[in-house]
């Protein structure tokens, strides 16, 4: 049997409130010791007066919480205190929790695993929770609201009952083709709902970049040659003075980032290093940082001063720029032309007068950013793979699947081998099966008390 285990679950102190939680097979006991032999009615707060159950010392006065097993967020006992917010309460009602022999402090994310191994969460649910947390945008709120719902759980799962059902109908037809209750031949029917899976896992692949997307972020980067205007328009764009601008040519040497919230979407605004020929063994390397973050950029905006370099220009030592499929937008800085930039037939600049002096286009520029994030991401109601875990298991899953489907020429035992590989994929998704290893690095990033 666990033991119990206590932390603060209500963030830093001091606070208005301050919440103590409380879950293990000794949590009603923990309660009586502090607060008298009565167990508060269950999911209703009553106030009690908290003593040292040695020193008979007053702790507190607090709202008390009983949440019986199973019907509590981890699945045991769980008790909540909700004491005031003083450094000195919760210090001295954690100090005597932790004096008690039947209790002990929770561990980063205990509360959450213990929820998970009793069946409380799924582990696609427990993802959902982190990110909950971790969310900064209206959209994240929203995506990690219906992860932790279930919803990508639920998909999952459906998937691997009709590789479960299709497993077991190809093993009914191969053990009791004789008996009159079971089809004849169900291999063409079982083949065809294996290529329906196929492609909806596929089509789910597709669509889940956009939710890695909006889990961590668009990658705007800011390129072009020095002095062209790129940090004056980080920080026109944050709101505040993140990189140092100078007229000395050559200032940023580094990456530097910046965390925005667009029309509700997460965006990281990256300042680079000004591209152009050098010998400093430190600017050389800030270059090459540049380049190797515009190649894994979602969008460029290539800073142009007035009759200055364009991308590939080789007088400045950038004939060698490629940055693939990604999206450059010309953002000529230092221009306070008042005509309205060309659009195309998308209703997207590509080449966008700005002035950071004169804030001449710098809000055309942010909205067609949001425009552009909007678009890019586009949160839809379908739940979304949101890490490479899920990736990985799923290409997995696809993989099998595939296997299965093309070779005709094998026994169908062999080919239902394949099916079943493709169902523990999608388990290890979920935490059905075989997970364990995996469960450390899940919960390390988990706030004590959740």
Known sequence: MSRTIFALSSGAVPSGVAVIRISG????????????????????????????????????????LYFPEPNSFTGEDVVELQCHGGRAVVAGILEVLSEMDNCR???????TRRA??????????????????????EAQKKQALRQMGGALGFLYDGWRERLIQMRALIEADFDFADEEDVPGSVADEIWLEASRLASEVEEHLLQSRHGERLRSGLQVVLMGAPNAGKSSLLNAIAGRDVAIVTEEAGTTRDIIEVHLDLGGYPVTLVDTAGLRKTEGVVEREGIRR??????????????????GVMPGDPEAGMANTDFGSVPVWIVRTKSDLETLPERDSFEMNYEIPCSVRSRHGLDDLVDQLSSFVGETISLSETPLATRQRHRHYLDECLRSLRTAIANEQLPQELRAEDLRRAADALGRITGRIDVEDLLDVIFRDFCIGK
Request: hydrophobic share 45%; net charge negative.
């Open 290 to 307: 540049a380049q190797e973050r515009g190649v894994a950029a979602d969008l460029i905006l290539w800073a142009v001063e007035p009759e």
């Open 116 to 137: 998970f191994h009793n069946g409380q969460m799924d582990l696609t649910e427990v993802e959902g929770l982190a990110d909950l947390i971790a969310a900064e945008t």
């Open 105 to 111: 402090p929770a561990d980063p994310g205990e509360f």
């Open 25 to 64: 097979p000794d949590a009603k006991d923990v309660l009586r010791l502090l607060g008298g032999n009565d167990i508060p009615e269950p999911r209703r707060a009553f106030l009690r007066s908290l003593y040292h159950p040695f020193t008979e010392d007053h702790l507190d006065d607090a709202l008390a």
